[in-house]
C-alpha cells in the first residue's frame, strides 16, 4: 500500500527529492495499468471488428443480398475490385464501394422487406 501513500518527510532537500522519486517510481504501475487498459478495452476490439469487415468484405459474392451503411438493403449484381452495383428494385440499380458493405442477409430477405 506505500505506492498509494506517500511517506511524510521533514522540510529538507535531501529528503524532498527522496520523496519525489519514490513518487514517480510509484506512478510507473499505474501507467502501465492505464496501457494495459487501453489496449484490452479499446485497441483490441476495434482491431478485431476491422479484420471481421475486411473479411466480410473479401467473401462477398454475386447474389448476395446485403446492407450498406446508409441502410440500403440490395442483391449483388456485379462486383469489381472497389465497386459493387447493388439492385435494390425491379430495373434500380446503384454503385457502392464494397467498404460501405454493412452486413450480409439471408437469401430471400429483399422478398419479405
Do not use: C, W
Amino acid at each position: 500500500m506505500s505506492f498509494l501513500i506517500s511517506d511524510a518527510f521533514a522540510d529538507t532537500a535531501g529528503a524532498a527529492s527522496q520523496s519525489t522519486s519514490g513518487g514517480l517510481m510509484s506512478l510507473l504501475p499505474m501507467i502501465i495499468l492505464l496501457i494495459l487498459f487501453m489496449y484490452l478495452m479499446v485497441i483490441r476490439p476495434q482491431s478485431k471488428k476491422a479484420k471481421e469487415h475486411k473479411n466480410l468484405i473479401g467473401n462477398l459474392q454475386k447474389g448476395d443480398e446485403v446492407v450498406t451503411i446508409g441502410g440500403v438493403i440490395g442483391k449483388i449484381e456485379k462486383i469489381t475490385d472497389d465497386f459493387m452495383v447493388l439492385s435494390i428494385a425491379e430495373n434500380t440499380n446503384i454503385t457502392v464501394q464494397r467498404g460501405a458493405i454493412a452486413n450480409i442477409l439471408p437469401r430471400g430477405t429483399m422478398n419479405t422487406v
